[in-house]
């Protein structure tokens, strides 16, 4: 069991029933031409989330925590895509529309896929959401259940929209949610402190928040127990 400092108060979970989460790390919210400019946001904020979140990866993956990613988008013909959704707002590209990086936030195309410091490796899932939270409307649910997962390490992309959506679906399914704070991100300073204090809020409401140094540091120890068990054993 690995313990980490968090609020409202200390986090206790078993790596090997858990998994970390990047939620929507995609070209299109991070990078210029993409979703997030055309909603006029300035997409260099979120950017600041990707090296702390690479650190906690690359832990994540030596310890053998599980790793699943998500990205929002719609199948190319738009079934999937409520014309409420792509008429909302004043975007300068909307849902479909061709844009530098592609059609926008649509699946396949350029803008759609993963930043290249993040991209996952071979057997980690990736979950396509056409919805906000990555249960709507996927197979998350399901492969969560096959691999006996329990707890969910949330990071990702905005911390008030999508990363609090999962949250907030996984709480009422009955998963433990943690979620490093500085391992997420908004367009706005204010919507991710508030995000973030909501989670935690009146004991933990939502989930636990905590930063990603000493869970980096206790996925690493745990990395250097298990290579040191392994050369035991085969010497």
């Keep these: 069991m690995l313990r980490i400092a968090a609020q409202?108060?200390?986090?206790?979970?078993?790596?090997?029933?858990?998994?970390?989460?990047?939620?929507?790390?995609?070209?299109?919210f991070l990078?210029?031409?993409?979703?997030?400019?055309?909603?006029?946001?300035?997409?260099?904020?979120?950017?600041?989330?990707?090296?702390?979140l690479r650190r906690l990866l690359d832990a994540a993956r030596a310890s053998g925590l599980a790793v699943i990613h998500t990205r929002?988008?719609?199948?190319?013909?738009?079934?999937?895509?409520?014309?409420?959704?792509?008429?909302?707002?004043?975007?300068?590209?909307?849902?479909?529309?061709?844009?530098?990086l592609g059609r926008i936030l649509v699946r396949g195309e350029?803008?759609?896929?993963?930043?290249?410091?993040?991209?996952p490796l071979p057997?980690?899932?990736?979950?396509?959401?056409?919805?906000?939270?990555?249960?709507?409307?996927?197979?998350?649910?399901?492969?969560?259940k096959h691999r006996a997962i329990d707890t969910l390490i949330v990071t990702g992309v905005t911390t008030e929209v999508c990363v609090h959506t999962t949250v907030r679906e996984?709480?009422?399914?009955?998963?433990?949610?943690?979620?490093p704070g500085d391992c997420c991100g908004s367009y706005f300073d204010e919507f991710h402190d508030v995000g973030l204090a909501m989670i935690a809020a009146q004991g933990g409401?939502?989930?636990?928040?905590?930063?990603?140094?000493?869970?980096?540091?206790a996925l690493t120890a745990l990395a250097v127990q298990k290579t040191a068990?392994?050369?035991a054993r085969s010497a």
């Design 8 to 28: 409202p108060g200390v986090f206790e979970f078993d790596p090997a029933h858990a998994a970390l989460v990047l939620i929507d790390m995609q070209r299109d």
């Design 31 to 52: 990078e210029p031409g993409g979703f997030g400019e055309s909603l006029g946001n300035d997409v260099s904020k979120l950017t600041k989330v990707v090296p702390p």
């Design 72 to 100: 929002e988008g719609h199948r190319p013909d738009l079934a999937d895509a409520p014309p409420a959704k792509i008429a909302r707002g004043q975007p300068s590209q909307r849902i479909g529309d061709a844009g530098p």
């Design 110 to 119: 350029t803008g759609q896929d993963i930043i290249p410091e993040l991209y």
């Design 123 to 144: 057997g980690e899932p990736v979950i396509d959401k056409p919805g906000k939270g990555a249960f709507y409307a996927t197979d998350f649910a399901a492969i969560l």
């Design 170 to 179: 996984a709480n009422d399914r009955g998963y433990r949610c943690l979620v």
């Design 205 to 217: 409401i939502f989930g636990w928040v905590c930063e990603s140094a000493p869970l980096v540091a």
């Design 229 to 231: 068990l392994s050369e």
